[in-house]
């Protein structure tokens, strides 16, 4: 079958949530035996997210070809069976580098290089690069049509229907329809602009999905339809849920999935949604609750953190669980200190992240769970954070530190990767302190061998695992024998030996640490084993603290 492609494109404001569209919409052709791919055109001029504030951009989402992407991109890897990579995500600033690239090298002889065609071929050529990759390809839009960066990318997406046949080709617009509580009615005028504003571009959309608080009636949908010109079965109610793993039961029971295959002209079989009815019911009706906390400099934006939240939900699913997410500012835990803002929880996480402000308070909180034999789990920066709680409070070295909090540390426990092994490449990568910011970290998924008998070799249930990264920073192998005889335990290493990737502790119930990213490699209905297992020891914790109460 020839390659069919879906575009979705957003209207009215940003944030209305095209990437769980698109990442429901692949569910549902999944569901029906499709086999689906995905690409996110972010309207952006940096190349890549990778060195933007996540105050600004939210979470970079990490592929196993090490490529830093869009949190987008967790979306359609959660709700679907896909492993995305670097094709699956391309920037302004992207385009505009190949494209550079390819007049500097001579490829346009000498031609007057523009926006159209040279801009928009390349875009187009990015488009169908993702065409093998299934049977039919979801094209998300960034951004805001009415917005001068995306003009590029429309017009792309306009030209592809003459060049690829209408046949094989559906537009949809996700537009709000807002609720007015003082009028008591849902308004309808923001849609109708923004199809306008669309159309004026050249691009009729096949579907209009309308974000809303309520269900649009009959009445509305044909106004809707009668004023952006389309059928009254493709204006489809996309209205708020609780959780975002309801939508696609909720956009299959508008007839969604129905209204594309007749777009496209494809059979498939009936939709199975078993799993996803099974996944909701389970969502809705957990039996107990456990209060995790997460001590971050990023809690005022949860996005920041979106592959860790839905990896803690997927950990409680399995235990039938509601997991409560505690978004705590680890500089308020300098300020208040760990027993009043952590005396409650029955787990403690600290995630990735950089630069030293707020490195204090994420390691109250560490020596907080450490003491309290809380349940701890430490991604990345929560990693070498405790092994920095560690070495200072335990094996005796106070003044132990990382070289990215200072350039010459007195006990440098962390240190900066000058060299490794990419496997990718068959070759030993170099970096120093000079090197650009910008793709240039440890980034991807890379090999890492487990030790018999500890809490991961259970988690995993295997000996080697791979898992991705995204870090420039690693343990200090001089300091290593010190703190293995502190009480330290070395869980996880490169197969090599070389780099350590997992740290654990010999009394303690759970408390481990991890080099990489298992946040990103977690979907509903697969839960990732190390956030199983952090679950199941919260629940423990609160089952051995219930009578006692809090920990203080």
């Not at 490829?107 to 050529?125: F, M």
């Not at 007015?180 to 306008?196: L, N, R, W």
């Not at 010999?506 to 297992?533: A, I, N, T, V, Y």
Request: charged share 25%; glycine share 10%.
């Amino acid at each position: 079958m020839k390659t069919k492609f879906i575009f979705i494109t957003g209207g009215v404001l940003s944030s209305l949530g095209k990437g769980v569209a698109a990442a429901a919409i692949g569910a549902l052709l999944e569901s029906r035996g499709l086999r689906v791919t995905f690409q996110k055109l972010d309207p952006y001029i940096n190349v890549d997210p990778g060195t933007m504030n996540p105050f600004q951009h939210g979470e970079v989402f990490v592929t196993d070809d090490g490529a830093e992407t869009d949190l987008d991109l967790g979306h359609y890897e959660r709700f679907t069976s896909v492993t995305l990579g670097q094709i699956n995500n391309c920037t302004t600033g992207r385009i505009y580098f190949n494209v550079i690239t390819k007049e500097r090298r001579g490829d346009y002889l000498g031609g007057t290089v523009q926006v159209i065609p040279h801009i928009t071929d390349e875009i187009k050529q990015t488009i169908l690069s993702v065409a093998s990759q299934g049977d039919v390809a979801i094209i998300e839009i960034g951004g805001t049509v009415g917005d001068i960066e995306s003009l590029p990318f429309l017009e792309a997406i306009r030209q592809l229907k003459g060049d690829l046949g209408k046949e094989n080709c559906c537009y949809i617009h996700l537009t709000l329809v807002p609720y007015i509580k003082t009028a008591g009615e849902v308004k309808t005028k923001p849609t109708q602009h923004s199809v306008k504003e669309l159309r004026s571009i050249g691009i009729q959309p096949d579907l209009i999905l309308c974000r809303s608080e309520q269900q649009l009636s009959p009445e509305i949908k044909a106004k809707i339809a009668l004023f952006c010109d389309v059928e009254a079965q493709s204006v489809i109610t996309a209205q708020d849920v609780q959780s975002i793993y309801e939508i696609p039961l909720l956009l299959h029971q508008e007839g969604l999935d129905e209204r594309l295959i007749e777009v496209l002209n494809i059979w498939t079989g009936a939709p199975r949604l078993e799993r996803w009815q099974e996944l909701v019911h389970r969502l809705k009706n957990p039996a107990v609750r456990v209060e995790v906390g997460i001590i971050g400099k990023y809690v005022d934006l949860h996005e920041s953190y979106k592959s860790l939240h839905e990896a803690l939900v997927h950990g409680g699913l399995t235990h039938n669980l509601h997991v409560a997410l505690n978004y705590i500012d680890a500089e308020a835990v300098e300020r208040e200190g760990p027993a009043t803002l952590l005396g409650r929880l029955d787990g403690i996480l600290v995630p990735g992240g950089f630069g030293v402000r707020g490195a204090e308070g994420k390691m109250q909180a560490i020596r907080f769970a450490r003491e309290r034999r809380v349940p701890y789990f430490g991604l990345c920066f929560g990693m070498q954070l405790a092994v920095i709680e560690f070495a200072r409070h335990v094996a005796g070295l106070p003044r132990a530190q990382s070289e990215e909090f200072n350039i010459h540390p007195c006990d440098p426990v962390i240190f900066l990767m000058r060299q490794w092994f990419d496997y990718r490449l068959n070759a030993v990568v170099c970096r120093d302190e000079g090197a650009n910011k910008g793709g240039t970290m440890r980034l991807g998924a890379y090999p890492c061998v487990l030790a018999e008998g500890s809490l991961a070799a259970r988690a995993y249930d295997t000996r080697e695992i791979m898992e991705r990264h995204r870090h420039r920073y690693e343990f200090n192998n001089e300091y290593r024998e010190r703190l293995v005889a502190a009480g330290l335990r070395i869980t996880g290493t490169s197969p090599n030996g070389e780099l350590v990737e997992i740290v654990e502790l010999e009394d303690h119930p759970w408390f481990l640490g991890c080099q990489f990213h298992p946040e990103f490699k977690s979907r509903p209905m697969r839960p990732h084993p190390l956030f199983r297992d952090f679950i199941a020891a919260c629940l423990q914790f609160k089952r051995r603290h219930n009578q006692s109460g809090p920990v203080m």
